[in-house]
């Protein structure tokens, strides 16, 4: 037994450790043996692990990780001297050229999502287990070398309860009965992998497999979310299977296994890559017919993960200081394939108002940082796991591909892939391949676009673009569009699209005379866009007329951005919005913006005008309701917004057989001081989803008063009864009803104290932390919170979110005064 007074923190690796590990080490296969059979009823999660392994220079020592309780272990047939294990590491001296090492070890914390989750599905009592790596979650299951450059074949054994069916990432070859009590499950080798994208799923899931040419798909969720997942299950196959053709032919090597998974589980934040068995959230099961702009998104998911297949898994970064290109990669092959295979082809569009917007956002104030940076440790791989590093990476990974073109990006990637299979690389290797396949020399662009924080502006002033950085230095080398309308009666026609080049800061254009020149038309770079006042006044007023959904994208945002730098009144960017979302018919970007229109109205407006500007918002989203591509988007905008009777009319009607939308109302009509514990009752009764408790505790937390939110903190932050992803989402913006501002400021002030005392997985807190956090504040606050990011009492990932709520909180307060 390992010393259970050593409870210390475990130790984090660092850079030069793991690249000294590499050095030392060449790591040949891991052969597991995983028993889930206590987690039934109790709580321990037992693993053996057996490392096969080779060592550069016979004689020297090194460790391997393993947190949580050491019972046994053996290097090279020799008992190790347990008392030496500590922070999560067992030293391994006097190392053969071969060696053989067994660790047997218990992890009991299987209730925090820290790695592994054990959860009891509130509706049946069953319980399922989940476990989730990245960054360097292994070492807590079973002992490894938990870095991304020790790759090793995987060989999974794991023991489970009679009734479980156990995922991994391959094929399970044979599943016997044991004699001493359930069963045994064996899996086929994996290929080379990380240690941070194998995967142990299990519980009495719920399963459907499908042929899709030469892939067998699954698709495996909590028994309790069965009907949503038939209900879905086409749309996913088809997702998956034209992913996989996508990607396969676009990087020149299909997908080697025939297996691949989607686990959808419960309270897991996002989903994770794990090679052929992919994580998905449960609650993107979605328990009402999900709308256009919920099924984008979701395909988007399931493409994501699956470009980290190839971008991820089968060539993995070196170490964590390439995290952000992994994440941008993957974002960006999603929206590409999205569009380029699947049937939601305004994936850009979506991109630009939903996520490309807050990257903006992020990249304008004090928590900016360059794409790229180091990370010293393990525990800082996520700190800037953020907007700029998923989006801002994306949109500069399509600015490269703008810049060389398609089919150049494509020959690069396959070279790439090809070159470095099973093995890992750097950016520089990415780059290499760029600037090889098309003759250009990169250094100077990788430099400006990965290692300069902030967004550069474009000016069209007369016949000249000027570029400008925002640290007054050298903007950066810009390609794009501009696109030059004129005015008909049918709204704004493109009369020419000017192909850009810059560099330096002033461009000569030859634009023919039109009423509105569009700059970054199609949104191909990465930049805030200004023009001169008559231009801005077109652009604001016409928005809705522009032909492509991306243009009217661009237009919103750069309102939206105009807003953000407290150029613009609240007022005008409600103007120009509500007018786009009269008319437009993209349905991938009619959502987000009915949820940029409802934060300018409820939190960016002064209180004597929120009523005012949210009845606006209602009417037009009552308008919209009537058309069917735009009902459930706009019926939730309604019932965020209500704001009079014929407006509960019309949500009481349409609610009758939508139990999503009956909770919104109820939620609306709580907040608002006329909260019907008979009708949430009622719904509670009706409702089948699993998760539907959490839904009442949502429509409580909305009321204005102080038990009321009491009631709510304990259940967020001491029980952690709402589970991570969307309930979580819904509950937070029941809680913080902008309008209820003083009532509030108390649990603003509250939030700041949970920071410093947080506990739980990667994913749980990161999600825990940014959904909860307040959406209103006063000048106190923001002191205090500002010199709580001066501390050194958060860890790096929750400053720097914290940073960036401050600097939001300050813009909102800005625009209500
Ligand atoms: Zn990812």
Same mark, same amino acid.
């Given at each position: 037994?390992?010393?259970?007074?050593?409870?210390?923190?475990?130790?984090?690796? #660092?850079?030069?450790?793991?690249?000294?590990?590499?050095?030392? *080490?060449?790591?040949?296969?891991?052969?597991?043996?995983?028993?889930?059979?206590?987690?039934?009823?109790?709580?321990? =999660?037992?693993?053996?692990? #057996?490392?096969?392994? #080779?060592?550069? /220079?016979?004689?020297?020592?090194?460790?391997?990780?393993?947190?949580?309780?050491?019972?046994?272990?053996?290097?090279?047939?020799?008992?190790?001297?347990?008392?030496?294990?500590?922070?999560?590491?067992?030293?391994?001296?006097?190392?053969?050229?071969?060696?053989?090492?067994?660790?047997?070890?218990? +992890?009991?914390?299987?209730?925090?999502?820290?790695?592994?989750?054990?959860?009891? $599905?509130?509706?049946?009592?069953?319980?399922?287990? =989940?476990?989730?790596?990245?960054?360097?979650?292994?070492?807590?299951?079973?002992?490894?070398?938990?870095?991304? !450059?020790?790759?090793?074949?995987?060989?999974?054994?794991?023991?489970?309860?009679?009734?479980?069916?156990?995922?991994?990432?391959?094929?399970?070859?044979?599943?016997?009965?044991?004699? $001493?009590?359930?069963?045994?499950?064996?899996?086929?080798?994996?290929?080379?992998?990380?240690?941070?994208?194998?995967?142990?799923?299990?519980?009495?899931?719920?399963? +459907?497999?499908?042929?899709?040419?030469?892939?067998?798909?699954?698709?495996?969720?909590?028994?309790? *979310?069965?009907?949503?997942?038939?209900?879905?299950?086409?749309?996913?196959?088809?997702?998956?299977?034209?992913?996989?053709?996508?990607?396969?032919?676009?990087?020149?090597?299909?997908?080697?296994?025939?297996?691949?998974?989607?686990?959808?589980?419960?309270?897991?934040?996002?989903?994770?890559?794990?090679?052929?068995?992919?994580?998905?959230?449960?609650?993107?099961?979605?328990?009402?017919?999900?709308?256009?702009?919920?099924?984008?998104?979701?395909?988007?998911?399931?493409?994501?993960?699956?470009?980290?297949?190839?971008?991820?898994?089968?060539?993995?970064?070196?170490?964590?200081?390439?995290?952000?290109?992994?994440?941008?990669?993957?974002?960006?092959?999603?929206? =590409?394939?999205?569009?380029?295979?699947?049937?939601?082809?305004?994936?850009?569009?979506?991109?630009?108002?939903?996520?490309?917007?807050?990257?903006?956002?992020?990249?304008?104030?004090?928590?900016?940082?360059?794409?790229?940076?180091?990370?010293?440790?393990?525990?800082? %791989?996520?700190?800037?796991?953020?907007?700029?590093?998923?989006?801002?990476?994306?949109?500069?990974?399509?600015?490269?591909?703008? *810049?060389?073109?398609? &089919?150049?990006?494509?020959?690069?990637?396959?070279?790439?892939?090809?070159?470095?299979?099973?093995?890992?690389?750097?950016?520089?290797?990415?780059?290499?391949?760029?600037?090889?396949?098309?003759?250009?020399?990169?250094?100077?662009?990788?430099?400006?676009?990965?290692?300069?924080?902030?967004?550069?502006?474009?000016?069209?002033?007369?016949?000249?673009?000027?570029?400008?950085?925002?640290?007054?230095?050298?903007?950066?080398?810009?390609?794009?569009?501009?696109?030059?309308?004129?005015?008909? $009666?049918?709204?704004?026609?493109?009369?020419?699209?000017? $192909?850009? &080049?810059?560099?330096?800061?002033?461009?000569?254009?030859? @634009?023919?005379?039109?009423?509105?020149?569009?700059?970054?038309?199609?949104?191909?770079?990465?930049?805030?866009?200004? #023009?001169?006042?008559?231009?801005?006044?077109?652009? @604001?007023?016409?928005?809705?007329?522009?032909?492509?959904?991306?243009?009217?994208?661009?237009?919103?945002?750069?309102?939206?951005?105009?807003?953000?730098?407290?150029?613009?009144?609240?007022?005008?960017?409600? !103007?120009?919005?509500?007018?786009?979302?009269?008319?437009?018919?993209?349905?991938?970007?009619?959502?987000?913006?009915?949820?940029?229109?409802?934060?300018?109205?409820? +939190?960016?407006?002064?209180?004597?005008?929120?009523?005012?500007?949210?009845?606006?918002?209602?009417?037009?989203?009552?308008?919209?309701?009537? &058309?069917?591509?735009?009902?459930?988007?706009?019926?939730?905008?309604?019932?965020?917004?209500?704001?009079?009777?014929?407006?509960?009319?019309?949500?009481?009607?349409?609610?009758?057989?939508?139990?999503?939308?009956?909770?919104?109302?109820?939620?609306?009509?709580?907040?608002?001081?006329?909260?019907?514990?008979?009708?949430?009752?009622?719904?509670?009764?009706?409702?089948?989803?699993?998760? %539907?408790?959490?839904?009442?505790?949502?429509?409580?937390?909305?009321?204005?008063?102080?038990?009321?939110?009491?009631?709510?903190? &304990?259940?967020?932050?001491?029980?952690? %009864?709402?589970?991570?992803?969307?309930?979580?989402?819904?509950?937070?913006?029941?809680? =913080?009803?902008?309008?209820?501002?003083?009532?509030?400021?108390?649990?603003?002030?509250?939030?700041?104290?949970?920071?410093?005392?947080?506990?739980?997985?990667?994913?749980?807190?990161?999600?825990?932390?940014?959904?909860?956090?307040?959406? /209103?504040?006063?000048?106190?606050?923001?002191?205090?919170?500002?010199?709580?990011?001066?501390?050194?009492?958060?860890?790096?990932?929750?400053? /720097?979110?914290?940073? %960036?709520?401050?600097? /939001?909180?300050?813009?909102?307060?800005?625009?209500?005064?």
């Amino acid at each position: 037994m390992s010393d259970p007074a050593d409870s210390g923190e475990p130790a984090s690796l #660092t850079e030069q450790e793991a690249r000294e590990r590499a050095a030392l *080490l060449e790591v040949e296969r891991y052969d597991v043996r995983v028993d889930l059979r206590d987690l039934l009823e109790g709580e321990r =999660w037992q693993a053996s692990s #057996t490392i096969t392994f #080779t060592c550069r /220079t016979p004689g020297a020592s090194s460790f391997v990780d393993v947190v949580g309780e050491v019972t046994a272990a053996r290097l090279n047939d020799v008992e190790l001297d347990l008392s030496t294990h500590g922070r999560g590491r067992l030293p391994l001296p006097d190392l053969a050229a071969d060696n053989v090492l067994v660790v047997d070890s218990v +992890q009991a914390d299987t209730g925090s999502g820290n790695a592994i989750l054990r959860s009891v $599905d509130p509706q049946d009592g069953l319980v399922y287990v =989940w476990s989730s790596f990245e960054p360097d979650g292994a070492r807590r299951a079973w002992a490894c070398f938990d870095q991304p !450059d020790l790759k090793a074949v995987h060989g999974f054994q794991v023991s489970a309860p009679s009734a479980w069916t156990v995922l991994s990432n391959t094929s399970p070859d044979v599943v016997l009965d044991r004699e $001493d009590g359930g069963r045994l499950w064996n899996f086929e080798d994996t290929p080379r992998l990380s240690t941070y994208v194998v995967v142990v799923n299990a519980g009495p899931f719920h399963e +459907q497999r499908e042929e899709h040419g030469d892939h067998d798909l699954g698709l495996y969720c909590r028994q309790s *979310l069965r009907t949503y997942l038939e209900r879905d299950a086409e749309e996913i196959f088809r997702i998956t299977a034209q992913g996989l053709a996508f990607f396969g032919e676009q990087f020149a090597r299909p997908f080697p296994q025939r297996r691949y998974d989607h686990v959808f589980v419960p309270d897991f934040g996002g989903a994770m890559e794990n090679w052929g068995c992919v994580t998905c959230s449960d609650s993107e099961l979605y328990r009402s017919p999900p709308t256009y702009a919920e099924r984008a998104w979701r395909a988007l998911l399931i493409l994501h993960e699956m470009a980290h297949q190839w971008f991820g898994d089968l060539v993995t970064m070196r170490w964590w200081d390439d995290v952000w290109l992994n994440e941008a990669f993957a974002s960006f092959a999603s929206a =590409w394939a999205s569009v380029g295979a699947t049937e939601f082809t305004d994936a850009w569009a979506a991109f630009l108002a939903q996520e490309e917007l807050p990257a903006y956002q992020l990249d304008a104030g004090p928590a900016t940082h360059p794409i790229r940076g180091q990370v010293s440790d393990e525990s800082h %791989a996520f700190a800037s796991f953020d907007a700029i590093t998923y989006y801002k990476g994306q949109a500069v990974l399509r600015q490269l591909m703008a *810049l060389v073109g398609e &089919e150049t990006f494509v020959e690069a990637l396959r070279h790439y892939f090809a070159d470095h299979a099973w093995a890992n690389a750097t950016l520089d290797d990415l780059m290499g391949a760029v600037g090889a396949a098309s003759g250009r020399d990169l250094t100077g662009w990788t430099t400006a676009w990965l290692d300069q924080a902030g967004t550069d502006t474009l000016s069209l002033i007369g016949g000249t673009l000027l570029a400008s950085s925002p640290d007054g230095g050298e903007p950066r080398p810009h390609a794009l569009r501009i696109g030059s309308y004129e005015r008909t $009666d049918d709204g704004l026609r493109q009369v020419a699209l000017t $192909d850009v &080049e810059t560099s330096g800061t002033t461009t000569r254009l030859d @634009l023919p005379v039109a009423d509105l020149h569009l700059v970054n038309d199609g949104d191909l770079t990465f930049a805030s866009v200004r #023009t001169d006042e008559r231009s801005l006044e077109v652009l @604001l007023s016409t928005a809705a007329s522009l032909p492509d959904p991306v243009d009217r994208a661009l237009a919103v945002c750069t309102a939206w951005d105009l807003l953000y730098r407290g150029e613009l009144s609240t007022g005008d960017f409600l !103007d120009c919005v509500l007018a786009v979302l009269a008319t437009e018919p993209s349905p991938g970007v009619v959502q987000p913006f009915f949820e940029l229109a409802l934060d300018a109205a409820e +939190q960016w407006s002064p209180a004597v005008l929120v009523p005012r500007r949210l009845a606006r918002l209602a009417d037009v989203a009552a308008a919209r309701a009537q &058309e069917p591509d735009h009902r459930t988007a706009a019926l939730q905008t309604l019932a965020a917004a209500a704001s009079s009777a014929e407006h509960f009319e019309l949500l009481d009607a349409a609610a009758a057989d939508d139990h999503d939308l009956a909770w919104r109302v109820q939620v609306r009509r709580a907040s608002l001081g006329r909260y019907d514990a008979a009708a949430v009752a009622d719904l509670l009764e009706r409702d089948p989803d699993p998760d %539907a408790q959490v839904r009442a505790w949502g429509v409580e937390a909305a009321r204005p008063t102080e038990e009321a939110k009491a009631e709510a903190w &304990e259940r967020v932050w001491r029980e952690r %009864a709402v589970p991570a992803g969307l309930p979580q989402i819904g509950f937070a913006r029941a809680f =913080w009803r902008p309008a209820q501002h003083e009532l509030l400021l108390p649990w603003a002030h509250r939030y700041l104290d949970e920071l410093t005392d947080l506990s739980g997985g990667l994913l749980s807190v990161l999600s825990q932390v940014r959904i909860m956090r307040p959406r /209103t504040c006063d000048e106190e606050w923001l002191a205090r919170a500002e010199e709580l990011t001066r501390s050194e009492e958060l860890t790096p990932v929750v400053r /720097t979110s914290l940073v %960036a709520t401050v600097d /939001t909180l300050t813009r909102v307060l800005g625009a209500r005064s």
